[in-house]
């Protein structure tokens, strides 16, 4: 079932395995719109529905801001996803995401660093939240 726990976690698999494999090629160093544009490639060679700088609106009291928010990677309207080339995560970075997830209502995460060694053990990092909680 598609929005199953454990379909978003098999979905979380793939794109663990399509970014590692850009950062197997490209190695650290590098900006992070390169990197974006390697894992969209390696993603839609998935068949992996995604959409690319995800416009993010903010409601305020019933005013639709337009504040500019971008997620870089929405992953078949489940999964955002940010990219970072940065010398280290910050707690900002986790903040930026879990607000993508809550204003963007998806139940899962990921945030990439590639500017790391290796990306599976020190460049990523998965969030859920309360919408992937109530799932089954």
Known sequence: MKN????????TYKINGAAIEVHKELGPGLLESVYQKCLVHELQNRNIEIQTEK???IDFKGLD???NLKCDLLVENAICIELKAVKDILPVHEAQLLSYMKLLQVPKGILFNFNVYNLY???QR?????YFSKMI
């Open 4 to 11: 199953s726990k454990s379909y978003l976690n098999e979905l």
């Open 55 to 57: 416009m993010i609106s």
């Open 65 to 67: 801001l337009d504040v």
């Open 121 to 123: 053990n020190e460049g």
């Open 126 to 130: 998965t969030f859920v939240n309360e």
